[in-house]
């Protein structure tokens, strides 16, 4: 049964008009589901096309390399190892921002609309194909995620427009959509959208995944063992960090927005240059090289004074310098180049690589094969360089070079083109600010010269004589040493305790206070305490 009064369509001119602001927001949300279209169509296309592609990830990669040292310092110094994180969230509020905008255009003009996110759909082309390891391929998840955004966004604003157009009959006498039917569309393509963001990067992370490659890696017996450490490496203070570092606790820093994926199986490095036998070797041919333990300290050039960007662990790896004899290294280098998988390029002055002291291409840390976020399969270790001028994670190609020829990625951008790890010392124990018994103060930390090796380390308390720590044992040059003193009668008040190092050059740190670029930090650490 029908009841002609009920079953009767409402007519047009019964719609309330729109108002501004439910307008506006119906217009932004358009324009966010047309970017949520581009970031999940770009995540699925990527999952065939290669990870490095995907829209988000290449804008900020090329972001990373575009972004000013000083900003860059800042964005270490204040977020950490949480910098990632953080400038892809930027990208994200900014994307969401411009989408908005995007809407509010579209709405009113819909074909300038699509053209915008077209638009927007070639700045992530460009910053992918900009990328130094991009491929052709890496441009397909940027196009198809701009020619769906535009579609969506032309789309919905013409039907936002039927739905807005107010009381009246249609242009064309039809009833245009609800609002609701309009919103309700967005909303159920943000829905679909984000199901291929998630869809595309679950499959990336299958087809992808290096972590099972990684576990199915035999390293050999070392050809070469290091000596155990010292078990009085470590003055046993409670509080002091350990002599090893463990893997986990291992500071890491890269300009890696997603971490490269290598299988070992597909991985090459390339020897090339200024050498007479140029070389192209696989992951078994590596491993089948004598491999040799190495301890050794990695700093981070971006170190504050007291910071905590060192580290210490047991390296595995062929001989850096071995391989570079078999190539036969050609008069007039002076420059050996690592490059990574992602683009990034590291140069260590070849005169010391091939000094005599020990150098590796590292497969190995703690016993395990190379996490990937310290540079599985394969990166280089070259003690008493900084890592930005040693210590190519990733690394497929090696190029023995000048540096009239060549600048690498950090030097290009005004950093000391050696990278020579500068005397450092920091106070670990008692902690800034900690609140001590009077009497007898126990106080420790670290210090390293890496590769010179560290000869005293003297602490003061409020400025007065300095007095000779008690080195732990010396487990080399190119490990960071341990230290610990009694500070005797100390009084209750508020204290500031200074150190500072001497390496085995002879050299004192000095006091004067420099930041991390261009060369490192330099400056005496120092921390408060509270006597009670
Ligand atoms: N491929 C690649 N290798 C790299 C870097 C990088 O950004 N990319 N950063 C270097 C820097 S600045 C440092 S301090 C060390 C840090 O190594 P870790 O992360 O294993 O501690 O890696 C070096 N090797
Ligand atoms: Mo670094």
Known sequence: MSNPTTSTARPPAARRPTGRLARTAGAALIGLAAAAVAVGAGELVAAFSGPDGAPVVAVGSAAIDLTPTPLKEYAVRTFGTRDKEVLLGGIYLTVAALAALGGLLAVRRPAVGAAVFAAFGGVGTWAALSRPSAATADAAPSVVAGLAAAATVYLLARAWRRATAGPGPEEDGTAGPSRRAVLAAAGGTVAVAALGTTGGRALSDRRYDVAKARAAVRLPAPAVRAAPLPAAAHPRVPGLSPFATPTGDF????????????????????????????????????????????????????????????????????????????????????????????????????????????ALLAVAMDGEALPIPHGFPCRTVVPGFYGYTSATKWLVDLEVTTFAAFDPYWVKRGWDRTGTVRTASRIEVPAPFARVPAGDVTVAGTAWATHRGIAAVEVRVDGGGWEECLLAADAGPDLWRQWSHTWTGAKPGTHRIEVRATDTTGAVQTEARAAPFPAGATGWHSTVVTVT
């Open 251 to 358: 500071y890491r820093v890269d300009t890696a927005l997603t971490l490269p994926r290598i299988d070992p199986r597909r991985w090459s490095l390339r020897v090339h240059g200024l050498v007479d036998h140029p070389l192209l070797i696989g992951f078994d041919e590596l491993l089948a090289m004598p491999l040799e333990e190495l301890d050794s300290t990695l700093t981070c050039v971006s170190n504050e004074v007291g910071g905590r960007y060192a580290s210490t662990t047991r390296w595995l790896g062929a001989s850096l310098p071995a391989l570079l004899r078999r190539a036969g290294v050609q008069r007039g280098a002076d420059q050996l180049v690592g490059r990574s998988k992602d683009g990034m390029t590291i140069g260590t002055p070849l005169e010391s690589v091939l000094d005599g002291r020990r």
